[in-house]
């Protein structure tokens, strides 16, 4: 498992969407160590927003962002929990075509070095929805950066090998 540097760094359009019902632009840490991750990575920015915990508003955005030609990839930030307001998964689930089911499984495997226990209260998740990878990450910045750092980073980098995201995203629509 390495980075090919014969290979050209391939940029992906992501969007970046919070969900909170009191984060602002100004207060929102997690989609900040979002954005700073992967633009330093050399990906494009493609739009953020924060929307508020309702399962019809998060999913609205998500297939607004799917219908975008402009936008390769979607992470969200919040609403992972198990409490009464948190319904991310919910509303991806309601968007995708295909669950990732390793990513949440993979996410709490490794946040567990971090966190122990505490990481089976994430519901983090991932699909794909008309050629758009759609990833959930909890809401605090530092599972954003182990989001970020610990999978994407690789999978949405094509020189990884042996194997990644970007290499399958011409072939996601086919029938």
């Not at 689930?93 to 089911?101: F, G, M, P, S, T």
């Not at 610990?150 to 290499?167: A, G, H, K, Y």
Request: net charge negative; hydrophobic share 40%.
């Amino acid at each position: 498992m390495a980075i090919d540097t014969s290979r050209a760094f391939v940029p992906v359009s992501i969007a970046v969407m919070t969900v909170s019902d009191s984060r602002t632009l100004d207060t929102d840490k997690s989609g900040d160590a979002l954005v700073e991750r992967l633009t330093a990575a050399g990906h494009k920015l493609a739009a953020r927003t924060i929307v508020t915990d309702d399962i019809d508003r998060i999913a609205d955005q998500l297939r607004a962002w799917v219908a975008d030609p402009d936008v390769d990839v979607v992470i969200s930030t919040g609403g992972t929990g198990v409490t009464g307001r948190d319904v991310t998964p919910e509303a991806f689930a309601h968007v995708w075509e295909k669950e990732i089911a390793g990513f949440g499984e993979l996410f709490r495997q490794l946040s567990y070095d971090k966190i122990g226990t505490s990481t089976i209260q994430s519901r983090c998740t991932a699909g794909v929805a008309g050629g758009t990878y759609l990833f959930a990450l909890p809401g605090s910045p530092g599972a954003c950066r182990d989001g970020w750092d610990m999978i994407l980073s690789t999978q949405l980098d094509i020189r990884f090998r042996p194997c990644n995201f970007v290499e399958l995203m011409p072939r996601l629509t086919e029938r």
